[in-house]
């Protein structure tokens, strides 16, 4: 998570940069508190921009990260220290069963693409935006 962080705080500073200012002047002069500003302004300014990054997020809530889990992988944590990559790792380098190797990848590669077309469809249905 903390590996990520720096870039999508990149792309969320550069969409609330992109909201105008006036905006911000106009509901502090009407009264409006600062939440009220947060959830009237800022919140719908960057509705696109967040929805973009959650659904492109999405295809990587399968990935754990399989270099930083393989350098410290030994026979005596796989049964704690074991994720899919490393698994798959296993079955078919160490105990050359290439097909369920085969068929475990894929199974994560198609419920990633699951995930993918569910966030694409609710980004679409409540925030009227389109990936592809």
């Not at 009407?30 to 921009?49: E, F, M, N, Q, Y």
């Not at 590669?109 to 925030?127: H, M």
Request: net charge neutral; charged share 15%.
């Amino acid at each position: 998570m903390w590996k990520e962080f720096g870039y999508g705080a990149i792309i969320f500073i550069a969409a609330l940069a992109g909201i105008n200012q006036e905006l911000y002047e106009a509901a502090a002069i009407d009264g409006a508190s600062r939440l009220r500003r947060i959830w009237h302004i800022t919140l719908p300014g960057i509705k696109v921009t967040i929805v973009l990054v959650a659904t492109l997020n999405i295809a990587n809530v399968l990935n754990a990260g399989f270099d930083q889990v393989y350098n410290l992988y030994s026979p005596i944590v796989y049964e704690t220290g074991d994720i899919i990559d490393t698994y798959v790792y296993r079955m078919s380098f160490e105990s050359a069963q290439y097909s369920l190797a085969t068929a475990i990848g894929l199974l994560k590669s198609v419920v990633s693409f699951i995930l993918i077309v569910i966030s694409n469809y609710l980004a679409n249905k409540f925030a009227n935006y389109r990936i592809f």
